[in-house]
């Protein structure tokens, strides 16, 4: 038997916060109970097709560089206009690794410092 993934879970200050920051990136909802305060909050797979986004409230702060990130692949824009949305919304850059060809990735940071990563979009990937 195998099991499958319910909830990608991450650890944070401020759920309402951070869970609000994803929900625009990534366009999922927030789940409709979630509320500034609680001590979780969830962002909701789209049509309920895969994991869910779990945010959990913790009393430590982030220490070190993430075990494990995600990899956005932007749907509708450039990977550059969609680092620039990101930083609009509070995102920071923490390592830029695009090349002069146009390959590569920037590796971003949300508002609690967790690193993620935006590669070029899949109309990108083919034009290359």
């Known amino acids: 038997m195998t099991s499958q993934i319910n909830h990608i879970t991450v650890d944070c200050a401020d759920t309402y916060k951070l869970a609000s920051f994803w929900s625009q990136v990534t366009g999922r909802p927030m789940h409709d109970d979630d509320n500034p305060g609680d001590p979780e909050a969830i962002l909701l797979a789209p049509d309920g097709i895969g994991p869910n986004i779990l945010f959990i409230a913790v009393p430590e702060g982030k220490a070190a560089k993430n075990r494990l990130h995600l990899d956005l692949m932007p749907v509708d824009r450039t990977r550059d206009e969609e680092v620039e949305r990101l930083l609009g919304i509070g995102a920071t850059v923490v390592g830029d690794h695009r090349t002069s060809d146009g390959k590569g990735w920037v590796t971003l940071a949300d508002p609690?410092?967790?690193?993620?990563?935006v590669e070029r979009s899949a109309a990108e990937r083919v034009s290359a």
């Open 112 to 117: 609690e410092g967790n690193e993620f990563c």
